[in-house]
Structure formats: structure tokens, C-alpha cells
């Protein structure tokens, strides 16, 4: 196919300005499909694009992506973007350390590779010695390492990895002695840990597929218990339930071995949870929950008394104490109740807990007794994200600190005194101090009260006109906390501002929070997004002509339902992997699991009709002249398949009734996200920001 950018000047963009063009879109493939929902037909013309396997989608994505790099790199701005993002990006990066049976771990970064090194220390602070570095798995760095997993002897490490960015899984097992990996191998695991029992580990897995790996349903997730230096066809099936075959299944097992926990989730925003007292050879499961609407989480196992994390009773969480004698929920005492904020977290270190509570969605922890008493707040360094690191008979506790210029800091933390000091601090290559953060608070359609962080040079002269680069999520009870990425510092360094809104639909007050944008809510949360933009341009920090809006998978719907309901409004739009078909997206992969918040166009009529109402695949109307937009997915997206990008893209192509580009980049070798290695999140954010700031004329 001949792919050409026809411009009505030159192929020469100046950087003050976009000149004017017109594009030839690739033809994508097309039938004539409608479906039938409750007596109504909706036609879906690109429906040959869900299959990614066919010569024709192939050939479609194949000219995309050439029109897209044949746009993309000839922007000005891109090289230089290039350079400063490797620049800032280009710092040593510490996580807190850990210890496991005597020995010290730590991840490490040198700079700018791809995957972080697992590293041990003889002594806290001593040599680094390398343990296991992803970057040997692959020559360029699209194997992640998802998790590890110490034996209970301390023996072996069982380490989780996922290829391309998908989420199907491998489990291998290091020998920690002689450094060497052993035979086993295990693949087709998901969502999966590997919970140790005696000489062998439990991991959760689905059948092999037999259709495309990457879009096909998956259904029945099983427990398997893998016994060290066997092969995987000899696994002892552990536990399944057809019955049920929406359902995620894991198993937890404490490091004394005297406790098993099984968690039970995926229908529902949270999980149920059974548990069996491995002391007892005849004990089974018992179950001490029965609702998967609300979640239930061990944090510890003292004894007999489990510390379990939950919001049952409690929509802002609290913390309560079971029995193993008495398991059922009924049994529960109440240990910590239900504050003014939401607990977001609980960490057990010397003794004591660390409570991390979230305060108009930044961390404020305190420190406090195993028998629920506040001993007091724990000082932190300013507004921004706490993660703490500790064990409960160990001395020595750590958190890793960030916010919007602050890059992850490593404090160790003495719970006598409630003091802390730098452990490690990054070095970093451009100046915090020029940049400040402000929280505000706005109103959203309804009248809701709705919190937003703005970051941005102290320079800023507030004329209108400044690019702003406004990011939102708003779903699956998950909150945008202040946090660092390097990615943002070129931008800012600009003069753009970056703006972190938190939607309902998150959980930064609770449950009631997460509720008011899910299912017939959903609404609100594209009211909020949208009043955020308007706020902005109310108090001068720019207008619809420098503002763009950005969001990924759950944040890439929000964009595109945005985008299809106020076109007007936005410049520039970027829908990252976005779940952009509300009415298929429960039928690939585990998009079912995705109910609790949306709902399915199969529920009711009625949901069907609301769903329908913002889809924004269903919500493109020929003729409209909508912003400048560069989507983005990856080919081995395992999470939202490219499918939903694929038709997005191709249904606004045809649509697109001004000269703005309708783009799609299509990442290969990588996924949803997550394990993406360094130098591919470099040349895609220097393709976006490149992109944002062309079409804002800068």
C-alpha cells in the first residue's frame, strides 16, 4: 500500500506554527456486522480489526504506523525532546531495602536501564552483589521482572516474569546458594504469585489457549501446587471451580506455614476470602467472608490472630483482628475503626504497625501499637506519596518518599523515636526548587467538590495561554496521589503545566467516592474531567488552544468519552490504551472482570442505553471537527486489546470533519504498561509531548 502525507505547503513544520493539512488515511478492513442489543441494531463496520492475526489487519496496522512515524518524526521538536528526556531520566533509582532470612535485598537502577537489578547486601548499606538482572533476559529489555518469592528456608527464589508487556506469566527458581537457576519453568500463569509451602510452591494459571493468546477469553483460573525439580505436567491441580468461571483464585501462606489464605475475587469490587490452619492435617477451608463486593485482606498473622485490612462497616477502611478458632466476619473485633480519612495501607515493623492514611490524596501516617493505640503521627517531608518497608520482629523500617519534582527518597525510620533520615537520595539533572506544586479545589456540574494538583515553573505568568497537560484516571477505586515521573520535567521546563485530577470514580474518599463514578454514575466522572478544563481556562492558566488531556486504559475511556462529548474544548487528545468499545469490551480476556465499575451491554436494557450513551466508539459523528489525536496501544496488549484502539482510530479517521491528525501509534514487543522498558517510555513520550506541542503551535 502507498502510504503518503500529502501537506498543502511543504513537509516542513516550522515550530511557532502547524501548517495546514490533509491526510490520507490507510482503507481499514471492514464487514457488515450489526448486532442486535434488546432490539436494537448497531452496526460495526470495523469488527475484521478485531482480529489482530489477519493479513488485513496486519497490512492496517503496518500503514498506521507508517503514516504515524512519517508525522512524528518530522517534528521539530522531537529530537530535542529526545535528548532531555534521556537527560532526566539518566538517574540512579533505589528502592527501599528488604530482608529476607538474614540477607538484605535492594532494586537498582544505574540510569537508564531498561529493567531495574535485584541486588543483596551482606550487611544493611554493604557491596551490592548482583543477584538477578532482567536486562540478561533480553537483548532489549521487554523482559520484566513482575515479583519474587523466597522459599521459607531461604534456600530458593521462585521470580515472576511476563514478556512484551503481556500479562501471561513465567515462574523460574534460583538457587540463592549457587546462584544458578534450576529446571523448573512454569508459563501460562496470570495474576499469579508463588506462595512456598515445604519444597514446592501454589501459582495461579489458566488452561493453555487455544485460540490467540493475546484477545482470547480467559476462564476457570486455577490453583496449581508445583513441586521443586519437577516438570510442569506434573503439577497437583489444587483448587478450581468451573461453576464460577469468572473468578480470580490465589493462595497466601505465612512464613511459619501454619496458615493458608484463599482469596476469591472478580466478580465484584472486592474479594471473598477463606482460611485453613495448616497445623491441623485434616483442617479445611473455612470461609470467613461472603461478599465480593467489599474487600478483605489479611496484612499479618500473629499466633492464632489475623490483622485484616478492610472496608466492611468502614467505606473509608479500618482494621480489624480475627481468630483462627473463630474465622467468620461475625467473629471480627474491631482494632483501628473507620477514621475521618481513608486507610490506604498498613505495614508491620518492630513491634508496631504504620498506618498510611490518605489526606486529600496524599499520604499521613502514624505510628501505632499492635493493640490499635495511635502512638502519633510520623513526620514526613512535605505533600506526597509514602510507601512503607518493614518487618514485624525487625529493628529496621524504611519508606520511600515522592512527589511531582521529588524522585523516590529512601528514609529509614526509628519507630523509638519517630525520626527519620535519608537512607538514599537520587541526583537529579534539572532544578526542583524552580518548580512548585498548589493543590485547588473546584465544583464540579453537579456541585461536587473536586481536588486537583497543578504543577508548574514559579516563573508562570498566568495569560491564558499556557500548554497544560491535564491527566486523569477516575475508576476501579484507584487513586492519583502525587507522584514523580521524569517524563513530565522537559514539558514543565517549557512552561507547560502539568494538572493531576482526582475523579470520582478513584478511591481517594472512600468508597463512596469510588461508587459516584461507576456503572449509571459513570457520567460524573467525565463532568469532573471536563469542569477541570473549564476551571483552568476560568482562572487564566490557559485556553482550549494549549490545553491537551491524557489518560490510559480506564484514564484512555475517560479521554475518549471526552473528546466525543466537548470536542470544542481540547486542543490535543491522547487516549493511551484505552477501553474505547463499552459494548464489547467484557468479551476479551478478562475485560469481564471490568463489570463492577461499567457494567455490560448485556445486563439491561437500561445499562445497554447508558452504556451506548458514552461510548466513544459509538459516540463519533461524521463531520465534526475533533482535536488533534494520537492514540496509542501496543500489539501485545493483553489487557485492553488493541481491538478497542484499532476501531477507535479507524471509525474518527472517517469521521474527522477538520484538518487536525487522527493518529495511531502501535508500540511493538510491549503491552498494557506495565515492565515497559526505559527506552521504549522514552520514545513514546517524546513521540506524545512532541505531538502535544506541535499541534498547540509550539
Known amino acids: 500500500m502507498n502510504i503518503r502525507l500529502l501537506l498543502t505547503s511543504t513537509l516542513t513544520m516550522t515550530a511557532s506554527c502547524m501548517i495546514a493539512q490533509s491526510f490520507h488515511y490507510p482503507k481499514a478492513p471492514q464487514d457488515n456486522t450489526v448486532d442486535t442489543y434488546f432490539g436494537t441494531q448497531i452496526a460495526d463496520p470495523y469488527r475484521p480489526l478485531e482480529d489482530d492475526n489477519s493479513a488485513e489487519t496486519e497490512r492496517w496496522v503496518t500503514a498506521e504506523n507508517a503514516l504515524t512515524r512519517h508525522y512524528l518524526d518530522q517534528l521539530p521538536q522531537r529530537p530535542k525532546l529526545m535528548k532531555r528526556l534521556k537527560e532526566v531520566a539518566n538517574y540512579e533509582k533505589v528502592s527501599t531495602p528488604f530482608k529476607r532470612h538474614g540477607t538484605w535485598y535492594v532494586y537498582k537502577n544505574n540510569g537508564l536501564q531498561n529493567q531495574s537489578v535485584l541486588y543483596k547486601m551482606d550487611k544493611l548499606g554493604g557491596t551490592l552483589h548482583e543477584v538477578l538482572d532482567p536486562n540478561k533476559l533480553s537483548s532489549d529489555g521487554t523482559v520484566a521482572l513482575k515479583s519474587v518469592s523466597f522459599s521459607h528456608n531461604g534456600r530458593y527464589m521462585a521470580y515472576i516474569v511476563s514478556r512484551n508487556g503481556s500479562d501471561w506469566q513465567e515462574i523460574y527458581v534460583k538457587d540463592l546458594e549457587t546462584g544458578q537457576d534450576l529446571t523448573d519453568h512454569i508459563e501460562w500463569a496470570k495474576f499469579s504469585n508463588a506462595a512456598w509451602r515445604g519444597d514446592g510452591f501454589y501459582y495461579s494459571a489458566y488452561d493453555a489457549p487455544t485460540g490467540h493468546a493475546f484477545t482470547s477469553k480467559n476462564e476457570v483460573h486455577k490453583i496449581y501446587y508445583h513441586k521443586l525439580g519437577t516438570p510442569q505436567s506434573e503439577d497437583e491441580l489444587f483448587y478450581q471451580n468451573p461453576a464460577f468461571p469468572l473468578r480470580f483464585y490465589d493462595v497466601i501462606v505465612n512464613k511459619e506455614e501454619t496458615v493458608m489464605y484463599l482469596t476469591e475475587s472478580g466478580e465484584g469490587s472486592g474479594n471473598n476470602l477463606y482460611v485453613r490452619d495448616l497445623r491441623r492435617p485434616d483442617a479445611q477451608f473455612v470461609q470467613m467472608t461472603n461478599d465480593m463486593n467489599l474487600q478483605y485482606s489479611p496484612v499479618q498473622t500473629v499466633g492464632d490472630s489475623i490483622y485484616i485490612f478492610t472496608n466492611s462497616g468502614a467505606q473509608k477502611n479500618r482494621l480489624m483482628l480475627a481468630n483462627l478458632a473463630k474465622p467468620g466476619i461475625k467473629d471480627w473485633k474491631v482494632l483501628v475503626p473507620e477514621a475521618e480519612y481513608v486507610l490506604d495501607d498498613v505495614t508491620f515493623t518492630h513491634g508496631k504497625m504504620v498506618l498510611n492514611y490518605s489526606k486529600d490524596a ?258 463519533l459523528k461524521k463531520g465534526v471537527s475533533y482535536p488533534a489525536t494520537l492514540i496509542t496501544t501496543a500489539d501485545h496488549d493483553d489487557r485492553v486489546v488493541p481491538a478497542h484502539s484499532f476501531k477507535f482510530a479507524a471509525t474518527m479517521q472517517e469521521c474527522q470533519g477538520g484538518k487536525a491528525p487522527v493518529l495511531i501509534r502501535i508500540d511493538s514487543k510491549a503491552g498494557h504498561g506495565g515492565g515497559k522498558p526505559l527506552s521504549k517510555q522514552i520514545e513514546e513520550q517524546a513521540d506524545i509531548y512532541s505531538f502535544i506541542l506541535a499541534n498547540m503551535g509550539k
Open 362 to 619: 496524599s499520604s499521613h501516617c502514624y505510628l501505632y501499637t499492635l493493640e490499635g493505640r495511635n502512638i502519633g503521627e510520623i513526620k514526613l517531608p512535605s505533600v506526597g506519596s509514602v510507601s512503607f518497608s518493614g518487618e514485624r520482629n525487625e529493628p529496621e523500617c524504611f519508606f520511600s518518599f515522592s512527589s511531582f519534582t521529588v524522585p523516590g527518597t529512601v528514609y529509614q525510620f526509628d519507630t523509638d523515636s519517630r525520626t527519620s533520615r535519608v537512607y538514599s537520595q537520587p541526583k537529579v539533572n534539572f532544578k526542583p526548587n524552580d518548580f512548585v506544586t498548589k493543590q485547588v479545589f473546584y465544583a464540579s456540574k453537579d456541585g461536587t467538590r473536586v481536588p486537583m494538583f497543578l504543577t508548574y515553573r514559579k516563573d508562570l505568568k498566568l495569560n491564558g495561554k499556557n500548554p497544560v497537560y491535564l491527566y486523569g484516571y477516575g475508576g476501579f477505586n484507584v487513586a492519583l496521589p502525587p507522584y514523580f515521573s521524569s517524563m513530565r520535567i522537559p514539558f514543565m521546563e517549557q512552561g507547560g503545566i502539568y494538572v493531576q485530577v482526582n475523579l470520582r470514580g478513584g478511591s481517594e474518599y472512600g468508597e463512596a467516592w469510588h461508587k459516584a463514578g461507576t456503572k449509571m454514575q459513570k457520567q460524573n466522572v467525565f463532568d469532573d474531567f471536563i469542569a477541570a478544563a473549564e476551571w483552568l481556562i476560568a482562572n487564566k492558566y490557559t485556553d482550549k488552544k494549549h490545553l491537551a488531556i491524557v489518560g490510559g486504559s480506564n484514564g484512555g475511556l475517560l479521554v475518549g468519552a471526552c473528546l466525543t462529548q466537548r470536542p470544542d474544548l481540547f486542543q490535543v487528545c491522547i487516549p493511551q490504551v484505552g477501553v474505547l468499545d463499552m459494548l464489547r469490551y467484557h468479551k476479551f480476556t478478562i475485560g469481564w472482570n471490568w463489570a463492577p465499575d461499567y457494567g455490560t451491554s448485556a445486563d439491561s436494557k437500561e445499562m445497554f442505553n447508558y452504556l451506548r450513551g458514552y461510548s466513544p466508539l459509538h459516540n
